[in-house]
């Protein structure tokens, strides 16, 4: 399984990360010009500005002021958050040449989410 950083609450203030906080090669998605696509998938949003090597994770529906499209949006009826939100995470993203593929960012998403569901079980487990 490829790198996924995980920011905690140790990170920064609070587990919130400042831009120059930022891995090297992430962007946080609010407020900038570049292009961006994201999707909302299991109560994340997942956001690729075009030109980072990683996809951003928030936690809810989060309307970053530079996306220019929501690419899939599964659950219109939850209300967007609006506003600087913290990144909880970063995902390598895939290859650049995919950046305006609606699936990548996707696929991405649901594995992400399913490593995250699996890594819980197994805690719970642990318990």
Not at 52 to 60: S, T
Not at 79 to 96: H, S, V
């Amino acid at each position: 399984m490829e790198t996924i950083l995980e920011i905690t609450e140790s990170t920064g203030a609070g587990g919130r990360m400042l831009d120059g906080e930022l891995p090297s090669g992430l962007s946080h998605p609010y407020g900038r010009n570049t292009a961006a696509c994201a999707t909302y998938r299991g109560g994340h949003t997942f956001t690729w500005t075009r030109g980072d090597d990683w996809i951003a994770v928030q936690r809810g529906r989060v309307a970053n002021a530079s996306q220019s499209r929501l690419i899939k949006d599964a659950h219109p009826s939850v209300p967007p958050i609006y506003g600087w939100r913290p990144i909880i995470a970063a995902i390598p993203a895939p290859a650049p040449q995919l950046w305006q593929g609606s699936e990548e960012i996707v696929t991405v998403a649901d594995a992400w989410l399913t490593a995250r569901r699996e890594q819980e079980r197994r805690k719970a487990l642990q318990l």
